[in-house]
């Protein structure tokens, strides 16, 4: 892997703004972007005009969007209702792949609840991801499932379990070493995570956390670094991706800022306010992660 042929960001951790974001990506010569939200509007509810804006950049600019990160299924696995409204926004999202020529869309396993692994709930999390694989299905777009914190795959052996029952060609791992930091009780992420899933893996997620010794009741158990100074260890897991061959791409998630986001955006990431100081935080983590992968 080398930077930046192997590198991406996701857009609203440098702005909402495309000027902004596009210069972000010529300043490193980065091959593309991941989209989230953009001018002040969550993923869900991006009109045709910013989809045309955004694919019209990338033609005449020469980068890509690689991937598409939905908030589909992130939402109680008991809940009917905000079940079929997730559906639709994937529908909806399908389309918006096609128009900017994007073959990967993010998606999670439901909010987290009490045993987590209990094998009812994964079986009930795998027929709900085929019946996204059913919208799909002649589509040319892969499902990327990310694991969360907050959902019921969080940890690399809850993801395992529930790809295991899926199409491997179809369907596989968005995995960020970094959210396993934010799970109680978990242990640190380890590159042993990525030889778990190696046979699954299609995209990863970089960014960095230092656990709280003392953490507050109802925060978050860990905090934003930048990358390379966190409890990650992003050289060894580097390392390891390159002994396992890995030929995906490596999408700068930052989530730190010098000024300390609000934890109800880093739930569901979007709009101005979580944007806000990205470009400068993004630039920091982009440079670390650019010494890490010369040094590899």
């Not at 991406?8 to 010529?26: G, M, N, W, Y």
């Not at 040319?140 to 809850?158: F, I, K, P, Q, Y």
């Not at 960020?176 to 995209?203: M, Q």
Request: one cysteine or more; aromatic letters at 6%.
């Amino acid at each position: 892997m080398n930077f930046p042929r192997s590198v991406t960001v996701i857009s609203d951790e440098v702005a909402q703004e495309l000027p902004v974001i596009s210069a972000f990506l010529r300043e490193f010569k980065l091959p593309g972007l991941e989209l989230r939200s953009f001018n002040g509007r969550a993923f869900k509810d991006l009109t045709r005009a910013d989809v045309a804006e955004i694919a019209a950049a990338s033609r005449a600019e020469g980068w890509r969007v690689v991937g598409c990160a939905t908030p589909v299924f992130k939402c109680d696995l008991e809940d009917a209702t905000a079940i079929a409204a997730h559906r639709e926004i994937f529908k909806r999202s399908l389309e918006v792949a096609r128009e900017l020529q994007c073959d990967l869309l993010r998606v999670f396993t439901f909010l987290r609840t009490p045993n987590p692994a209990a094998p009812e709930k994964q079986a009930r999390v795998v027929e709900h991801l085929r019946g996204l694989l059913e919208l799909a299905a002649g589509s040319g777009v892969r499902v990327g499932v990310e694991n969360e914190h907050s959902c019921l795959a969080a940890t690399a052996a809850e993801t395992a379990a529930i790809l295991a029952p899926l199409p491997a060609d179809r369907i596989g791992a968005i995995w960020d070493p970094c959210n396993v930091l934010y799970v109680p009780g978990a242990a640190a992420p380890s590159p042993a995570d990525l030889r778990l899933l190696a046979a699954r893996l299609l995209h990863l997620h970089v960014k960095d956390a230092l656990r709280l010794i003392a953490p507050k009741p109802g925060e978050l158990i860990a905090v934003g670094t930048p990358v390379g100074i966190g409890q990650v260890d992003w050289r060894a897991h580097l390392s390891v991706l390159g002994e396992l061959g890995y030929a995906g791409l490596l999408s700068l998630e930052t989530h730190w800022r010098l000024e300390k986001i609000d934890e109800s955006l880093l739930h569901l990431p979007a709009g101005h306010a979580f944007s806000h100081g990205g470009e400068t935080a993004s630039r920091t983590c982009l440079h670390n992660l650019k010494s890490l992968l010369e040094t590899q």
